[in-house]
C-alpha cells in the first residue's frame, strides 16, 4: 500500500538529487566539486604519499593550477575526473624513486613544465 506521507518523502528525495558536478552525496571523493575541491584532492594525495618539503610544496602549486585549469575546460569537476586525476597523481607520486635529498621537488618541476617523462597523465599535462 502506499501511503500520502511517503510520497511526499520520495518527491522531496527525488527534487534533491544530484547537482551539475556533483555525486549522489554532493562531493566528489569527500571534497566539494569545484576547483578548490581538487586542489584539496591534489594536495590530500601528495601528503598521503610524501612529506614534501617547502620547495616541493612551491612546484606543486604549479601542478595543482595547471590540472585545476585543465579540469575546468575539458572534464570539469566531476566525479570521475576527479578520481582520474586521483589516480593519476598517485600513480606518478609512486614513481618517484626515494633517493638524494628532496627527489620530489624536481619530479614535479618536471611535471609542472610538462617535461616529465610521464605526461600523458590527465590533468597534470
Known amino acids: 500500500m502506499?501511503?500520502?506521507?511517503?510520497?511526499?518523502?520520495?518527491?522531496?528525495?527525488?527534487?534533491a538529487g544530484c547537482t551539475g558536478a556533483k555525486s549522489a552525496e554532493g562531493e566528489c571523493l569527500g571534497f566539494s566539486c569545484d576547483e578548490e575541491g581538487a586542489k584539496a584532492m591534489m594536495r590530500a594525495t601528495l601528503d598521503s604519499t610524501y612529506q614534501p618539503s617547502e620547495t616541493a610544496l612551491a612546484?606543486?602549486?604549479?601542478?595543482?593550477?595547471?590540472?585545476?585549469?585543465?579540469?575546468?575546460?575539458?572534464?570539469?569537476?566531476?566525479?570521475?575526473?576527479?578520481?582520474?586525476?586521483?589516480?593519476?597523481?598517485?600513480?606518478?607520486?609512486?614513481?618517484?624513486?626515494?633517493?638524494?635529498?628532496?627527489?620530489l621537488t624536481p619530479a614535479l618541476e618536471d611535471l609542472g613544465k610538462g617535461t616529465?617523462?610521464?605526461c600523458s597523465l590527465w590533468p597534470y599535462c
Do not use: C, H, W
Open 116 to 118: 616529465a617523462k610521464v
Open 2 to 15: 502506499f501511503r500520502p506521507m511517503r510520497a511526499i518523502v520520495i518527491a522531496l528525495l527525488l527534487s
Open 59 to 103: 612546484a606543486f602549486e604549479t601542478v595543482m593550477n595547471k590540472g585545476t585549469q585543465k579540469m575546468a575546460s575539458q572534464q570539469g569537476f566531476t566525479p570521475d575526473s576527479f578520481q582520474l586525476a586521483k589516480d593519476n597523481l598517485q600513480t606518478y607520486l609512486r614513481g618517484i624513486p626515494e633517493s638524494g635529498v628532496d627527489p
